[in-house]
T-cell receptor
Framework: EAQVTQNPRYLITVTGKKLTVTCSQNMNHEYMSWYRQDPGLGLRQIYYSMNVEVTDKGDVPEGYKVSRKEKRNFPLILESPSPNQTSLYFC????????????FGPGTRLTVT | DQQVKQNSPSLSVQEGRISILNCDYTNSMFDYFLWYKKYPAEGPTFLISISSIKDKNEDGRFTVFLNKSAKHLSLHIVPSQPGDSAVYFCAANDGNQFYFGTGTSLTVIP
Protein backbone atom coordinates (compact mmCIF):
# COMPACT_ATOMS: atom_id res chain seq x y z
CA GLU A 1 0.00 0.00 0.00
CA ALA A 2 1.29 3.43 -0.99
CA GLN A 3 1.76 5.47 2.13
CA VAL A 4 3.64 8.03 4.16
CA THR A 5 4.38 6.98 7.71
CA GLN A 6 5.35 9.19 10.63
CA ASN A 7 6.55 8.26 14.09
CA PRO A 8 5.73 8.93 16.80
CA ARG A 9 2.08 9.91 16.41
CA TYR A 10 2.00 11.63 19.78
CA LEU A 11 4.85 13.08 21.78
CA ILE A 12 5.02 15.09 24.98
CA THR A 13 8.45 16.42 25.85
CA VAL A 14 10.17 19.14 27.85
CA THR A 15 11.88 22.30 26.71
CA GLY A 16 15.40 21.70 25.39
CA LYS A 17 15.27 17.93 25.02
CA LYS A 18 16.30 17.02 21.49
CA LEU A 19 13.82 14.96 19.51
CA THR A 20 13.41 13.48 16.05
CA VAL A 21 10.19 12.78 14.17
CA THR A 22 10.68 10.22 11.44
CA CYS A 23 8.99 10.22 8.05
CA SER A 24 9.15 7.51 5.43
CA GLN A 25 7.44 7.01 2.06
CA ASN A 26 7.28 3.95 -0.19
CA MET A 27 6.29 5.63 -3.46
CA ASN A 28 9.76 6.57 -4.75
CA HIS A 29 8.81 10.24 -4.59
CA GLU A 30 11.52 12.84 -5.14
CA TYR A 31 9.83 15.66 -3.20
CA MET A 32 9.32 15.47 0.53
CA SER A 33 8.18 18.15 2.91
CA TRP A 34 7.33 18.97 6.52
CA TYR A 35 4.42 21.16 7.63
CA ARG A 36 3.03 22.38 10.88
CA GLN A 37 -0.65 23.05 11.41
CA ASP A 38 -1.74 25.62 13.97
CA PRO A 39 -5.23 27.02 14.67
CA GLY A 40 -6.03 29.98 12.44
CA LEU A 41 -2.77 29.62 10.50
CA GLY A 42 -3.44 26.62 8.31
CA LEU A 43 -0.56 24.48 7.10
CA ARG A 44 2.84 26.13 6.91
CA GLN A 45 5.81 24.55 5.19
CA ILE A 46 8.85 24.11 7.43
CA TYR A 47 11.38 22.48 5.09
CA TYR A 48 11.25 20.69 1.79
CA SER A 49 13.53 18.46 -0.23
CA MET A 50 13.55 18.04 -3.99
CA ASN A 51 15.80 14.99 -3.87
CA VAL A 52 18.48 13.21 -1.88
CA GLU A 53 20.93 15.63 -0.23
CA VAL A 54 18.88 18.64 -1.42
CA THR A 55 16.93 20.51 1.24
CA ASP A 56 15.51 24.03 1.39
CA LYS A 57 13.80 26.24 3.94
CA GLY A 58 10.09 26.78 3.80
CA ASP A 59 8.16 29.55 5.52
CA VAL A 60 8.90 28.63 9.15
CA PRO A 61 12.28 26.85 9.39
CA GLU A 62 13.53 28.43 12.63
CA GLY A 63 14.22 25.85 15.32
CA TYR A 64 14.07 22.86 12.96
CA LYS A 65 16.58 20.77 11.03
CA VAL A 66 16.11 18.13 8.37
CA SER A 67 18.24 15.69 6.44
CA ARG A 68 17.67 13.65 3.28
CA LYS A 69 20.26 10.92 3.12
CA GLU A 70 17.94 8.40 1.48
CA LYS A 71 15.12 8.98 -0.96
CA ARG A 72 12.48 7.37 1.24
CA ASN A 73 13.28 9.07 4.56
CA PHE A 74 13.03 12.70 5.67
CA PRO A 75 13.38 13.11 9.45
CA LEU A 76 12.51 16.34 11.25
CA ILE A 77 14.87 17.27 14.09
CA LEU A 78 14.17 19.68 16.92
CA GLU A 79 17.51 20.17 18.62
CA SER A 80 16.18 22.32 21.47
CA PRO A 81 12.38 22.29 21.44
CA SER A 82 10.49 25.22 22.88
CA PRO A 83 6.80 25.58 23.83
CA ASN A 84 6.06 27.59 20.66
CA GLN A 85 6.86 24.43 18.69
CA THR A 86 3.84 22.71 20.20
CA SER A 87 1.85 21.88 17.10
CA LEU A 88 0.51 19.20 14.74
CA TYR A 89 3.15 18.16 12.24
CA PHE A 90 2.63 16.54 8.85
CA CYS A 91 5.10 14.97 6.49
CA UNK A 92 4.23 14.78 2.80
CA UNK A 93 5.73 13.42 -0.40
CA UNK A 94 5.10 13.70 -4.13
CA UNK A 95 6.51 13.41 -7.56
CA UNK A 96 7.32 16.88 -8.70
CA UNK A 97 6.85 18.80 -11.89
CA UNK A 98 3.85 16.82 -13.10
CA UNK A 99 0.73 17.19 -10.98
CA UNK A 100 2.24 18.24 -7.63
CA UNK A 101 -0.17 15.97 -5.78
CA UNK A 102 1.20 15.43 -2.28
CA UNK A 103 0.52 12.41 -0.10
CA PHE A 104 0.40 13.26 3.59
CA GLY A 105 1.26 11.22 6.63
CA PRO A 106 -1.21 10.84 9.52
CA GLY A 107 0.38 13.60 11.61
CA THR A 108 2.42 13.89 14.81
CA ARG A 109 0.94 15.76 17.73
CA LEU A 110 3.84 17.37 19.62
CA THR A 111 3.53 19.07 22.99
CA VAL A 112 6.53 20.86 24.48
CA THR A 113 6.18 21.83 28.15
CA ASP B 1 2.12 37.59 5.11
CA GLN B 2 -0.35 34.94 3.97
CA GLN B 3 -0.03 34.45 0.21
CA VAL B 4 -3.01 32.12 0.01
CA LYS B 5 -6.19 33.14 1.82
CA GLN B 6 -9.44 31.43 2.59
CA ASN B 7 -11.66 34.11 4.07
CA SER B 8 -14.55 31.87 5.06
CA PRO B 9 -13.68 29.74 8.10
CA SER B 10 -16.89 27.75 7.78
CA LEU B 11 -19.71 26.92 5.39
CA SER B 12 -22.96 24.99 5.85
CA VAL B 13 -24.88 23.52 2.92
CA GLN B 14 -27.93 21.29 2.55
CA GLU B 15 -27.36 17.83 1.16
CA GLY B 16 -27.83 17.79 -2.62
CA ARG B 17 -27.09 21.48 -3.06
CA ILE B 18 -23.92 23.07 -4.39
CA SER B 19 -20.99 23.89 -2.10
CA ILE B 20 -18.70 26.69 -3.24
CA LEU B 21 -15.40 27.18 -1.44
CA ASN B 22 -13.28 30.19 -2.27
CA CYS B 23 -9.60 30.98 -2.17
CA ASP B 24 -7.59 34.11 -3.03
CA TYR B 25 -3.88 34.44 -3.64
CA THR B 26 -1.42 37.27 -4.02
CA ASN B 27 1.56 35.80 -5.89
CA SER B 28 1.20 35.87 -9.67
CA MET B 29 4.15 33.43 -9.95
CA PHE B 30 2.10 30.50 -8.65
CA ASP B 31 1.84 27.95 -11.43
CA TYR B 32 -0.23 25.20 -9.84
CA PHE B 33 -3.16 25.17 -7.47
CA LEU B 34 -4.58 22.31 -5.45
CA TRP B 35 -7.44 21.51 -3.09
CA TYR B 36 -7.10 19.13 -0.17
CA LYS B 37 -9.68 17.67 2.14
CA LYS B 38 -8.97 16.92 5.76
CA TYR B 39 -10.88 14.84 8.29
CA PRO B 40 -10.08 15.11 12.02
CA ALA B 41 -7.12 13.01 13.18
CA GLU B 42 -6.02 12.32 9.60
CA GLY B 43 -3.59 13.91 7.17
CA PRO B 44 -4.93 16.00 4.28
CA THR B 45 -5.88 14.08 1.13
CA PHE B 46 -5.60 15.43 -2.38
CA LEU B 47 -8.86 16.31 -4.07
CA ILE B 48 -8.28 18.15 -7.33
CA SER B 49 -5.74 20.47 -8.94
CA ILE B 50 -5.42 22.97 -11.75
CA SER B 51 -2.53 24.35 -13.72
CA SER B 52 -2.21 28.11 -14.13
CA ILE B 53 -2.62 27.72 -17.88
CA LYS B 54 -6.18 26.42 -17.45
CA ASP B 55 -9.31 28.02 -16.06
CA LYS B 56 -11.31 24.93 -15.19
CA ASN B 57 -10.76 21.34 -14.17
CA GLU B 58 -13.45 18.82 -13.42
CA ASP B 59 -13.38 15.47 -11.64
CA GLY B 60 -16.73 13.90 -10.93
CA ARG B 61 -18.63 16.03 -8.45
CA PHE B 62 -15.68 18.39 -7.99
CA THR B 63 -14.81 21.32 -10.23
CA VAL B 64 -12.08 23.88 -9.66
CA PHE B 65 -12.23 27.27 -11.37
CA LEU B 66 -9.26 29.59 -11.71
CA ASN B 67 -9.56 33.31 -12.42
CA LYS B 68 -6.00 34.54 -12.86
CA SER B 69 -6.89 38.18 -13.37
CA ALA B 70 -8.69 38.22 -10.03
CA LYS B 71 -6.16 35.88 -8.40
CA HIS B 72 -9.06 33.76 -7.25
CA LEU B 73 -9.94 30.10 -7.34
CA SER B 74 -13.00 28.24 -6.23
CA LEU B 75 -14.02 24.65 -5.61
CA HIS B 76 -17.54 23.58 -6.53
CA ILE B 77 -19.02 20.39 -5.13
CA VAL B 78 -22.23 19.24 -6.80
CA PRO B 79 -24.25 17.59 -5.35
CA SER B 80 -22.95 17.95 -1.81
CA GLN B 81 -23.10 14.83 0.36
CA PRO B 82 -22.81 14.41 4.15
CA GLY B 83 -19.50 12.58 3.65
CA ASP B 84 -18.09 15.81 2.17
CA SER B 85 -18.16 17.38 5.64
CA ALA B 86 -14.51 18.15 6.34
CA VAL B 87 -11.97 20.98 6.34
CA TYR B 88 -10.89 22.03 2.85
CA PHE B 89 -7.52 23.64 2.19
CA CYS B 90 -6.48 25.35 -0.98
CA ALA B 91 -2.79 25.38 -1.83
CA ALA B 92 -0.50 26.91 -4.42
CA ASN B 93 2.95 26.05 -5.72
CA ASP B 94 5.57 28.43 -7.15
CA GLY B 95 7.81 25.74 -8.61
CA ASN B 96 9.44 25.00 -5.25
CA GLN B 97 7.32 25.67 -2.21
CA PHE B 98 3.73 24.98 -1.32
CA TYR B 99 1.57 27.63 0.31
CA PHE B 100 -1.67 26.69 2.04
CA GLY B 101 -4.69 28.65 3.07
CA THR B 102 -6.15 28.52 6.57
CA GLY B 103 -8.95 26.16 5.62
CA THR B 104 -12.74 26.22 5.35
CA SER B 105 -14.80 23.83 7.44
CA LEU B 106 -17.66 22.49 5.32
CA THR B 107 -20.72 20.97 6.96
CA VAL B 108 -23.24 19.23 4.72
CA ILE B 109 -26.58 18.95 6.48
CA PRO B 110 -28.64 15.82 5.68
Amino acid sequence: EAQVTQNPRYLITVTGKKLTVTCSQNMNHEYMSWYRQDPGLGLRQIYYSMNVEVTDKGDVPEGYKVSRKEKRNFPLILESPSPNQTSLYFCASSFFGTDYEQYFGPGTRLTVT
Amino acid sequence: DQQVKQNSPSLSVQEGRISILNCDYTNSMFDYFLWYKKYPAEGPTFLISISSIKDKNEDGRFTVFLNKSAKHLSLHIVPSQPGDSAVYFCAANDGNQFYFGTGTSLTVIP
